[in-house]
């Protein structure tokens, strides 16, 4: 932050900053909007932050948490935008961020049974300039010192999984036991948040781990008529060296983290991603139904 946005801010009440961001969120959709106006709640002020985890048996646990991560309806197609920053760790030398990206999680899911659910989806981004923040189509790797070239990342291979209250199935290992998904519940003040930890496809590689935290009002989160919640969303992930990096056999690996919002649809979306998404991979708006019509072994 500059010089002058720090002294700005230092002359702003706690109320003033926070009435800013809900103000900001407006123009990121009724999510980003929610979301914020919610931070800028009386609780804000001088009184003491309260923080509160919540307990539910596990039915109940997954049902509030799909309602923040996903929706509670039937057959639903849920949004995620964010940007994120890949970093390259070296062994034995410092880390290096290495490019941004602007892109979606769009995946759909179906109810299969009480509680019981099944998920397909797939990711888009597109890289962009640390610098500049301008769509950009090679980066230096900070590692080796050559031009390399990020290209658009669409991740379709995605097997999808079976989701219920005793865990996540992927669906290319359908007969293994659920593995529970880790997810903690809390009350900050006026903001419900839940900690989570995703279960990845049996075959991704192991130097693959993936957390975040998704928020929401806690005023709609506390309306049970609800089954959609609207929600900022922030997380990291660590991952081996992709193809891309040209790093052969170097030992390390990379390191992301991102934030964004859960978006009611895709024209909420910022209108450069949109525009360029639409041109060049209008596909992947969109999630294939024929994806649930692949047979999985009971």
Do not use: C
């Not at 410092?94 to 179906?110: C, D, K, T």
């Not at 590689?205 to 929401?216: C, K, R």
């Not at 049970?224 to 929600?231: H, K, N």
Request: aromatic share 10%; charged share 20%.
């Amino acid at each position: 932050m500059h010089d002058g946005s720090q002294m700005m801010m230092a002359g702003m009440n706690r109320r003033t900053a926070f009435g800013l961001l809900a103000a900001s969120g407006a123009a990121l959709g009724p999510a980003g909007a929610a979301t914020a106006s919610a931070a800028g709640g009386a609780a804000h002020g001088p009184s003491a932050w309260t923080s509160q985890f919540l307990s539910f048996d596990p039915v109940e646990h997954f049902r509030q948490s799909w309602r923040i991560q996903r929706s509670l309806v039937d057959d639903a197609t849920i949004l995620h935008w964010y940007h994120f920053i890949m970093v390259a760790v070296p062994v034995g030398r410092a880390p290096q961020a290495v490019v941004r990206w602007e892109g979606i999680e769009l995946s759909r899911h179906r109810r299969i049974g009480e509680n019981r659910y099944r998920v397909h989806g797939h990711n888009l981004s597109f890289a962009r300039d640390l610098a500049t923040g301008g769509f950009v189509d090679a980066v230096r790797n900070p590692i080796t010192g050559r031009m390399v070239r990020p290209g658009t990342m669409a991740l379709t291979g995605d097997p999808g999984y079976f989701a219920s209250p005793e865990g996540m199935v992927p669906l290319d290992a359908p007969k293994a036991a659920p593995r529970p998904k880790y997810g903690m519940i809390r009350r900050e003040s006026d903001v419900i948040k839940i900690d989570a930890i995703r279960v990845p496809p049996a075959n991704w590689p192991g130097t693959f781990l993936e957390m975040g935290t998704e928020a929401t009002p806690a005023a709609l989160f506390d309306d049970p008529g609800l089954d959609w919640l609207p929600a900022e969303v922030s997380g990291a992930y660590v991952f081996p060296y992709p193809g891309w990096m040209e790093m052969a056999d170097t030992p390390g690996h990379m390191f992301a983290a991102w934030s964004g919002y859960k978006l009611r649809a895709i024209d909420l979306l910022p209108a450069e991603f949109l525009a360029r998404a639409r041109a060049e991979h209008p596909q992947l708006l969109a999630v294939d139904p024929a994806l649930f019509a692949r047979t999985v072994p009971a």
